[in-house]
């Protein structure tokens, strides 16, 4: 296998075998072919390790990792950035799917512009069922931008692998054990200096599960407005209007989680922006 030029990196844990395998064949029908892929297991006690290993380890563009305990998906990205060997860094969930061109899109922004550390797109809302809607993303966010929340969607971001070294990858603290690793990087990369853009198409098939927001625990909102906090504070864009947004989660996480389902997706998909609560 020649050095590939994207390392794709993938963290599971007790996945839906169904939505796995689209998630993984979307990357085998890339129309760029210069990648291999690195999927960690973290600590599923579904067999999926077993399942991945028995489907994906002959092809030698693939390399299953395993966690014996659950870590996390910060800390298990942070494993598979360190097996890596690409030029780039790519992303995917293990429920979503990339539409065929986007690494070939992808790349050729960050090899045209030398001056960007990361690339994402707009993405199409998937219910399990059908697409419900876009996200569309701000073309060429500011730090600013950063207050009301993520300006990239994370799994269809690419990077470059040199930016995330510089800021020592994703962090592994407990604000952002889940799920505000993304939000936390991404803040992290633009106080660097570094900054990205978003495609004006849809480059991936965004799986959003209603239940999911059901279990989502008030405890992940305290941590976000934690990383809120120091992102914002590490840009320069804490006081004073920062506030507002460092509290934000608090008062978002109060609301039914069935009425913020609705509200969420009326607010991004009318308004045609991303604008997550």
């Known amino acids: 296998m020649t050095q590939p030029m994207v390392s794709v990196i993938m963290g599971t844990f007790n996945s839906n075998f169904h939505r796995l395998e689209i998630a993984i064949e979307s990357i085998l029908y890339q129309t760029y072919s210069n990648w291999e892929f ?79 550390a990361l690339v994402s797109s707009s993405t199409d809302i998937f219910d399990g069922t059908k697409i419900i809607g876009i996200n569309k993303s701000l073309p060429n966010p500011q730090k600013k931008d950063f207050l009301w929340g993520s300006c990239f969607v994370h799994p269809v971001t690419m990077f470059r692998k040199s930016a ?7 962090r592994t603290q407990w604000i952002t054990k889940r799920p505000a690793e993304d939000y936390d990087l991404f ?7 570094y900054r990205g853009i978003n495609i004006q198409e849809s480059l991936l098939r965004y799986y959003v599960n209603p239940q999911a927001m059901k279990k989502r625990k008030y405890i992940f909102r305290v941590e976000e407005a934690f990383t809120r906090f120091y992102g914002f504070k590490d840009m320069g864009v804490l006081f004073p209007i920062g506030w507002i947004y460092v509290f934000k989660p608090l008062f978002v996480g109060l609301i039914p989680s069935k009425m913020l389902f609705l509200l969420q997706k009326k607010i991004t998909f009318s308004n045609n922006k991303n604008v997550g609560i």
């Not at 992808?106 to 030398?114: R, T």
């Not at 995330?164 to 994703?170: F, G, I, Q």
């Not at 803040?187 to 200096?193: D, E, Q």
């Open 38 to 116: 690195i999927i960690c297991d973290d600590g599923s006690t579904n067999g999926t390790y077993e399942w991945l290993c028995e489907k994906y380890l002959h092809d030698n563009r693939f390399m299953i990792l395993q966690n014996t305990t659950n870590q996390h998906l910060a800390a298990t990205l942070n494993k598979c950035i360190f097996c890596s060997h690409g030029k780039y860094i790519a992303r995917m969930d293990d429920d979503d799917y990339s539409y065929p061109d986007r690494f070939f899109k992808e790349i050729s922004v960050l090899e045209q512009d030398a001056n960007l």
């Open 164 to 170: 995330l070294l510089a800021v020592n990858n994703y």
């Open 187 to 193: 803040m992290r990369l633009y106080s660097a200096g």
